[in-house]
């Protein structure tokens, strides 16, 4: 065992930090999910971690603000999520806690519905809407598990003002899901 650590350091991979170099603003739901989903499949053939992307775009002109790759193998660390280190970039980049603020209404765009932990997550970050691809069947026919999330989770988010759209372009994002599945990908949960 290591000695106690007094700080952890939680970076991008390097490809993921070249694409974020050149400014992006992205107009609709679809031209964003297909922007995660390209990062969902990127993250596979870099070998950098799981088949999950995601990212906080600011709704009122579609810049992206931040974006995450699925970390947890490649920095041992069960909670990096894509979600989390998306929201975690986001909220790092304008300096709050929550991303209702900092200009604007924030999004959070995932490649594939957000299991329990980003789903909690989802909800204390101050996002304003969540929009989702691929389905949590998809996920788990891929081999992962998304935990205790209930239609009763969902339905709290809304109550909340957080608006969700599920299944944007579902197809291509459970393709990736299906792809890091038969490429003989690790499901790490657990
Ligand atoms: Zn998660």
């Not at 971690?49 to 906080?56: E, H, I, L, S, T």
């Not at 929201?87 to 790092?92: G, K, S, V």
């Not at 996002?127 to 996920?139: K, M, P, Q, S």
């Amino acid at each position: 065992m290591n000695q106690l650590p007094f700080f952890i350091t939680i970076p991008l991979p390097d490809w993921l930090t070249e694409r974020l170099a050149v400014p992006m603003h992205l107009h609709d739901d679809e031209a964003r999910m297909r922007f995660v989903i390209e990062l969902s499949r990127e993250n596979i053939v870099c070998g950098t971690g799981g088949p999950f992307a995601a990212a906080v775009f600011r709704a009122a002109d579609g810049m992206l603000v931040a974006a995450g790759v699925n970390s947890v193998l490649r920095l041992e660390n069960a909670v990096l999520h894509a979600e989390v280190m998306a929201l975690m970039f986001a909220q790092a980049r304008l300096g709050s806690h929550t991303l209702r603020t900092g200009g604007g209404i924030h999004e959070l765009v995932t490649s594939c519905e957000p299991c329990a932990m980003c789903l909690g997550a989802t909800l204390w970050s101050g996002v304003a809407r969540l929009v989702c691809g691929a389905t949590r069947e998809d996920a788990e026919r891929a081999g992962f598990d998304e935990g205790p999330v209930f239609a009763a989770s969902y339905a709290y988010l809304e109550q909340r003002s957080i608006a969700v759209v599920r299944g944007v372009l579902r197809a291509e994002a459970a393709a990736v899901l299906d792809h890091y599945r038969e490429s003989g990908g690790v499901a790490y949960n657990g």
